[in-house]
């Protein structure tokens, strides 16, 4: 017997096995830590995109004027509760985690912003592995901040909101502007620019989609799906009914393209009628149709009750601080609102109000033409207005045209480096150049955009 011990203590055979067994307790355990860390960080990702989402949705409740729910009920969770509805609709985890919503924040950089959202998430899940070694299952956990930030600086504002398109450019038209566009189109081309057209704009944002183009120029910011903006001229309004002179307004009709008209030659109760109350020192017409040169007195508001503004290819018009405004009296039914139509060869010297400004001007500053919201949209001449002019014209603030189509056939060597186009929608078809500089009494200037991003 001890013979034979000795010869299997001196036999080598068989020690690989042995030492694989020894080993196998630390492969394994390799092996289990190894698979735990991946479930864990897949966790841990899909936890932070719960997070990141609800915040999201949080500050969007917020841009839309929502209350933001503290996120408690996520299992039972319905649209009235947008930060938890949000995570439990977006929840991919083998279990509903536990969510904390807090608007404004109540730790971080956020503290003191209205619009901040905070959304914690955690959950308690075993391990395959290490589970059998712990008594408690650890905790993920997961937080995110989202506010709404600047989303650039727009001069030009398509407030078209259906899922027609609301910006475009075709044709030859060259739009170079030292500042954005935006619309609020929910179309997936709610913006586009197509033929030869070369447009030079930064950022371009739509509610809906944006289509790629060769013809956005290179380093072009396009800002697909966000917020919508606000129409910058919502709170002005045309004058009211009660303001009007009694009977028609009288047309102001100067189509003789040797004949000017100078301030000196408008005469209440000759050329025009007067407006009272708040409008008083507007100037009311039916409509104007303008082919020779007419100078308007300054700072004028020119109220076309129900008609439109004519300017032909040999006129030469100008108003220093003036804005027209296409309107209708009539209450009730659909009143007829006049359009623009401004012939490609008039030459426009147009000045909106300035800070200067008093009276009933000091209520448009910043606006050379102002369109009612009730007029008409269609695809006809009558339902659209259409603004051109030569390489002499001058024009400064903004043309507000909500409710209709507002095209533009600009020519080369115009200047408007101080001009804001708002329409329901925008197409260009000419050039257009704009550098986005306004002096600081010119009471007109950019519109700041937002949107909605995570900050935390």
Same mark, same amino acid.
């Given at each position: 017997?001890?013979?034979?011990?000795k010869k299997l203590w001196r036999?080598?055979?068989?020690?690989?096995?042995?030492?694989?067994?020894?080993?196998?307790?630390?492969?394994?355990?390799?092996?289990?830590?190894?698979?735990?860390?991946?479930?864990?960080?897949?966790?841990?990702?899909?936890?932070?995109?719960?997070?990141?989402?609800?915040?999201?949705?949080?500050?969007?409740?917020?841009?839309?004027?929502? =209350?933001?729910?503290?996120?408690?009920?996520?299992? =039972?969770?319905? &649209?009235?509760?947008?930060?938890? &509805?949000?995570?439990?609709?977006?929840?991919?985890?083998?279990?509903?985690?536990?969510?904390?919503? #807090?608007?404004?924040?109540?730790?971080?950089?956020?503290?003191?912003?209205?619009?901040?959202?905070?959304?914690?998430?955690?959950?308690?899940?075993?391990?395959?592995?290490?589970?059998?070694?712990?008594?408690?299952?650890?905790?993920? =956990?997961?937080?995110?901040?989202?506010?709404?930030?600047?989303?650039?600086?727009?001069?030009?504002?398509?407030?078209?909101? =259906?899922?027609?398109?609301?910006?475009?450019?075709?044709?030859?038209?060259?739009?170079?502007?030292?500042?954005?566009?935006?619309?609020?189109?929910?179309?997936?081309?709610?913006?586009?620019?197509?033929?030869?057209?070369?447009?030079?704009?930064?950022?371009?944002?739509?509610?809906?989609?944006?289509?790629?183009?060769?013809?956005?120029?290179?380093?072009?910011?396009?800002?697909?799906?966000?917020?919508?903006?606000?129409?910058?001229?919502?709170?002005?309004?045309?004058?009211? !009914?009660?303001?009007?002179?009694?009977?028609?307004?009288?047309?102001?009709?100067?189509?003789?393209?040797?004949?000017?008209?100078?301030?000196?030659?408008?005469?209440?109760?000759?050329?025009?009628?007067?407006?009272?109350?708040?409008?008083?020192?507007?100037?009311?017409? /039916?409509?104007?149709?303008?082919?020779? #040169?007419?100078?308007?007195?300054?700072?004028?508001?020119?109220?076309?009750?129900?008609?439109?503004?004519?300017?032909?290819?040999?006129?030469?018009?100008?108003c220093d601080g003036c804005t027209?405004?296409?309107?209708?009296?009539?209450?009730?039914?659909?009143?007829?609102?006049?359009?623009? /139509?401004?012939?490609?060869?008039?030459?426009?010297?147009?000045?909106?109000?300035?800070?200067?400004?008093?009276?009933?001007a000091a209520t448009y500053m910043?606006?050379?033409?102002?369109?009612?919201?009730?007029?008409?949209?269609?695809?006809?001449?009558?339902?659209? $207005?259409?603004?051109?002019?030569?390489?002499?014209?001058?024009?400064?603030?903004?043309?507000?045209?909500? !409710?209709?189509?507002?095209?533009?056939?600009?020519?080369?060597?115009?200047?408007?480096?101080?001009?804001?186009?708002?329409?329901?929608?925008?197409?260009? $078809?000419?050039?257009?150049?704009? $550098?986005?500089?306004?002096?600081?009494?010119?009471?007109?200037?950019?519109?700041?955009?937002?949107?909605?991003?995570?900050?935390?």
């Amino acid at each position: 017997m001890f013979s034979f011990l000795k010869k299997l203590w001196r036999d080598r055979r068989g020690n690989a096995l042995i030492i694989a067994g020894a080993a196998l307790p630390l492969i394994v355990g390799s092996a289990g830590l190894a698979s735990d860390t991946i479930q864990w960080a897949l966790w841990k990702r899909q936890l932070q995109r719960l997070a990141d989402s609800g915040a999201m949705a949080g500050a969007y409740a917020r841009v839309r004027g929502n =209350t933001v729910d503290n996120c408690s009920n996520v299992a =039972t969770a319905t &649209y009235s509760s947008p930060v938890a &509805y949000d995570v439990k609709k977006n929840n991919h985890l083998p279990q509903t985690p536990t969510c904390t919503a #807090t608007n404004p924040p109540t730790t971080g950089g956020y503290t003191t912003d209205v619009n901040a959202v905070r959304v914690s998430v955690s959950m308690q899940r075993p391990l395959s592995f290490s589970g059998m070694f712990l008594t408690t299952p650890p905790t993920i =956990t997961a937080n995110a901040i989202a506010t709404v930030v600047p989303g650039g600086k727009y001069c030009v504002v398509s407030l078209e909101n =259906t899922a027609t398109t609301g910006i475009t450019a075709t044709g030859n038209a060259n739009v170079d502007l030292g500042c954005g566009m935006i619309t609020n189109s929910t179309s997936m081309t709610a913006a586009v620019a197509t033929g030869s057209s070369e447009v030079h704009a930064t950022p371009i944002a739509a509610v809906g989609g944006i289509a790629e183009s060769n013809n956005w120029a290179d380093g072009t910011v396009l800002q697909p799906f966000t917020i919508a903006q606000e129409d910058p001229f919502a709170g002005i309004n045309p004058p009211d !009914s009660s303001t009007y002179p009694s009977g028609n307004c009288p047309n102001l009709n100067q189509n003789n393209p040797n004949t000017t008209m100078t301030p000196s030659d408008f005469v209440a109760g000759t050329t025009y009628k007067a407006m009272t109350g708040a409008a008083a020192g507007a100037m009311c017409f /039916n409509s104007i149709s303008i082919s020779g #040169t007419v100078t308007f007195p300054a700072g004028s508001v020119i109220v076309l009750d129900g008609g439109s503004l004519g300017i032909g290819a040999q006129a030469h018009v100008s108003c220093d601080g003036c804005t027209f405004i296409l309107t209708n009296r009539q209450i009730n039914g659909n009143p007829s609102i006049g359009n623009v /139509n401004i012939n490609g060869g008039a030459e426009l010297d147009l000045k909106a109000p300035g800070t200067s400004a008093t009276g009933i001007a000091a209520t448009y500053m910043g606006i050379i033409v102002y369109q009612d919201r009730r007029a008409q949209d269609g695809t006809s001449a009558n339902d659209q $207005s259409t603004i051109n002019g030569n390489a002499d014209s001058f024009l400064q603030g903004a043309l507000y045209f909500p !409710s209709q189509q507002m095209t533009f056939n600009g020519t080369a060597g115009m200047t408007t480096d101080c001009l804001q186009l708002v329409a329901r929608r925008v197409y260009y $078809s000419g050039n257009l150049d704009i $550098s986005n500089t306004c002096d600081t009494d010119s009471g007109a200037d950019a519109f700041l955009g937002k949107k909605v991003r995570l900050v935390g």
